[in-house]
């Protein structure tokens, strides 16, 4: 099998990493993303400890211009954790049900 190299990922592994690849090498989220306010602070705000305070973090979303975009991308893909839009988990689970 020519591009396999046993020493570092299986076969399988090495297609998920180009889907991955992909996935992130979309310009118009990239844009978006590179413009959130969370990309110029501390990341551990937006993925809070179990029962850690999300306050700071949403804090920050409030006054974020790509709000609707970040939230629509959570949304979109299913993220499971963190402040993402300046919503939790719990309450972007709450609003897909919503809107079921």
Do not use: N
């Amino acid at each position: 099998m020519q591009g396999f190299d046993s020493g570092v990922l299986a076969w399988g592994e090495h297609e998920e990493l180009g889907v991955l690849a992909e996935l992130f090498d979309q310009p118009e989220e990239q844009e978006w993303q590179e413009r959130a306010l969370c990309a110029q602070t501390d990341p551990e705000a937006f993925f809070p400890e179990k029962g850690g305070s999300t306050r700071e973090a949403k804090r920050i979303c409030q006054g974020c211009e790509v709000r609707a975009e970040c939230l629509e991308y959570a949304l979109g893909h299913d993220e499971r954790f963190g402040i993402w839009g300046g919503l939790s988990e719990r309450e972007r689970r709450k609003l897909k049900k919503r809107a079921v």
